[in-house]
């Protein structure tokens, strides 16, 4: 998910709904995380005076991480609501 601010611009006057699926995995490198689902974002957002945008985002998934004390794999659900 990644877009310009004239795509943004575009895009608000026909559909400012967001319903994507993502695949965060060529990011895990150097992190924790063994392995990551696809992460469902959904939401909606607005444009002010064509410079500031507010997002409201829901987004959920799951992380695999090592438990701290025996490096057991571990799913992490992830439900977060984000503006």
Same mark, same amino acid.
């Given at each position: 998910? =990644? %877009? $310009? !601010?004239k #795509? /943004?611009?575009? /895009?608000?006057? %026909? +559909? +400012? +709904?967001?319903?994507?699926? &993502?695949?965060?995995t060529?990011?895990?490198? *150097?992190?924790?995380?063994?392995? @990551?689902? =696809?992460?469902?974002? $959904? *939401?909606?957002f607005e444009i002010?005076?064509? #410079? #500031?945008?507010?997002?409201? /985002? ?5 992380? &695999?991480?090592?438990? @701290?004390? $025996?490096? &057991?794999? &571990?799913?992490y659900?992830?439900? /977060?609501k !984000?503006?």
């Amino acid at each position: 998910m =990644k %877009w $310009t !601010i004239k #795509e /943004l611009i575009k /895009l608000e006057r %026909w +559909n +400012n +709904n967001i319903d994507e699926t &993502v695949d965060i995995t060529p990011f895990l490198s *150097g992190t924790d995380i063994i392995r @990551a689902s =696809k992460i469902k974002v $959904t *939401g909606s957002f607005e444009i002010f005076d064509q #410079e #500031e945008f507010v997002f409201d /985002l829901h987004i959920q998934g799951k992380l &695999v991480l090592p438990c @701290a004390r $025996t490096l &057991v794999e &571990v799913e992490y659900p992830i439900d /977060l609501k !984000i503006e």
